[in-house]
């Protein structure tokens, strides 16, 4: 049975005003959005996100200027962000009774960006990024497609996600990386961890994939824009279609930092439809759709996500689930079952959360959970 359809109000910009639970979640009344073990529960763990936060604001003020070059008041506005959002920071530093968390300061940071007239301060780098990816993919997709082998051909699709989840402008232990015009998808590849990975699940997946029938549909919750969704999700929900499986491609509503949005999706399929027939071809079929999730966070929160999501998902009876990325698959939705299959595939690129879990740096998730329907 799916699981009941609740309204819910909203719970900040991980999901939407009068949004539906997704009706995968075996149960709604028992949903926790965040990772126990992630949660912020102690004074030290307080004071080193606050002054995360706190250190980040000037990046965050240095790429909304340049987010907007020929704006008189970039600079003015930017710094009133800066302002706003240390003295929220402050205020939570100061007083201890105010309850914080990683998803509650992602979220009042995009807010206060917003407020200061910058709805998507990584715009242009999404937009170069994209088009640098775009011109890699032809060769990608024939590399891919002249792998006979199941198993191989698999693993190198999984590797491609995760490659392509290192492009995550959210993590700063990252931010040199990718602001060096030299590290490309297969120099991230080289700092992944080698096999057996941390959470290492993946012949699991390979055993379904090589002894069931395909997936009738995939819902697949996607991350980051550029190499992320180019190089790395779109040759895997390609082979997904392929094999036979409809692919709904949920996407956020709203921009959050690099993460990508549904229009720039919508046109990066586009521009893939003009090249590859499988992918012209699906969309055209209506056997791979691109959706808004109804989020505006790098997280989701699956109790609210739209109407028109959850419609979707019961139409084309859904029974894989596909979490890619930290916020989506291990700062949320890490623990929470679901009545069909579900993929998490991510890499751990915070030093706080790979303490916290016992992992390292760049280790990697993938977590399989087959329903054995």
């Known amino acids: 049975m799916r699981s009941r359809m609740m309204s819910v109000s909203v719970r900040g910009r991980g999901g939407v005003v009068d949004g539906e639970a997704l009706p995968l979640l075996c149960d709604v009344s028992t949903y926790s959005l965040e990772t126990p073990q992630l949660m912020i529960t102690d004074p030290q763990d307080r004071s080193h996100w606050l002054a ?100 191989e051909r698999q693993l190198t699709l999984i590797e491609g996600v995760l490659s392509g989840n290192m492009f995550d402008w959210g993590a700063s232990e990252l931010t040199s990386f990718l602001e060096d015009p030299n590290f490309g998808f297969n120099e991230a590849a080289k700092h992944l961890q080698a096999r057996p990975w941390f959470i290492d699940q993946f012949d699991l ?84 759709i691109v959706t808004e999730s109804g989020s505006g966070s790098p997280y989701v929160d699956l109790s609210n996500v739209k109407s028109s999501l959850c419609r979707l998902c019961e139409e084309k009876r859904v029974d894989l689930l596909i979490l890619e990325g930290m916020g989506r698959g291990l700062a949320s939705n890490f623990h929470t079952d679901f009545l069909c299959d579900c993929l998490r595939l991510c890499v751990i690129k915070v030093n706080w959360l790979a303490e916290k879990l016992g992992a390292g740096l760049f280790n990697v998730i993938c977590k399989y959970q087959g329903t054995g329907r």
């Not at 600079?75 to 309850?99: G, I, M, T, W």
């Open 52 to 151: 995360h936060f706190t250190k980040n604001t000037q990046f965050v003020k240095e790429m909304a200027v340049k987010s907007q070059p020929d704006s008189l008041t970039a600079l003015d506005r930017a710094e009133q962000y800066q302002q706003s959002f240390k003295a929220f920071l402050d205020n939570c530093l100061q007083d201890p009774s105010v309850h914080i968390s990683i998803l509650k300061l992602l979220d009042e940071d995009t807010n206060q960006l917003v407020a200061a007239g910058f709805p998507d301060v990584f715009h242009q780098v999404k937009r170069s990024e994209n088009a640098a990816a775009l011109n890699s993919l032809p060769a990608r997709l024939t590399h891919i497609d002249s792998i006979s082998n199941t198993a």
């Open 205 to 288: 997946w390979l055993r379904r994939i090589e002894d069931d029938p395909p997936h009738k549909c995939a819902l697949f919750f996607v991350d980051n824009s550029g190499i992320d969704i180019v190089l790395g999700v779109i040759p895997f929900v390609r082979e997904l279609v392929k094999r036979g499986t409809d692919v709904i491609l949920a996407v956020n509503s709203h921009p959050a930092i690099n993460d990508v949005v549904h229009p720039e999706l919508v046109k990066i399929l586009n521009t893939v439809s003009g090249f590859d027939p499988v992918v012209r071809d699906a969309l055209s079929d209506g056997r791979l």
